[in-house]
């Protein structure tokens, strides 16, 4: 049983940084691609970044320029560094695998993500 345990959410004010961490108990990361996916209230989960096992990056355009996903050489974490913080940006960001390498599209649809972690929070404030 795969388990994913996310970190460093809190409340911060606009303009401001936030460094969210996954780590894959057991595990390292060797699957196809590992993404952070977010929800607002009343809002659908979206994916706001994901990075291949080539390291190859997906950024949805409002996070362009402010948010980066990173892994460490080991694979046993990733990271998205958020800069620049908005408001918008508030929600509960989710780390998710999707394990298989036969999956097409790029990056992963939602569907596709295989395993979940709990979520962390990140409160924007203006």
């Known amino acids: 049983q795969v388990q994913l345990v996310e970190s460093g959410g809190g409340l911060v004010q606009a303009g401001g940084s936030l460094r969210l961490s996954c780590a894959a108990s057991?595990?390292?990361?060797?699957?196809?691609?590992t993404g952070w996916i977010r929800q607002a209230p009343g809002k659908e989960r979206e994916v706001v970044a994901a990075i291949r096992w080539n390291g190859i990056t997906y950024y949805k355009d409002s996070v362009k320029g402010r948010f980066t996903i990173s892994r460490d050489n080991a694979k046993t974490t990733v990271y998205l560094q958020m800069n620049s913080l908005k408001p918008e940006d508030t929600a509960v960001y989710y780390c998710?695998?999707?394990?298989?390498?036969?999956?097409?599209?790029?990056?992963?649809?939602?569907?596709?993500?295989?395993?979940w972690g709990q979520g962390t929070q990140v409160t924007v404030s203006s």
């Open positions: 057991g595990r390292t990361f060797t699957d196809y691609a």
């Open positions: 998710a695998i999707c394990s298989r390498y036969d999956i097409a599209a790029w990056p992963p649809r939602l569907q596709d993500y295989d395993y």
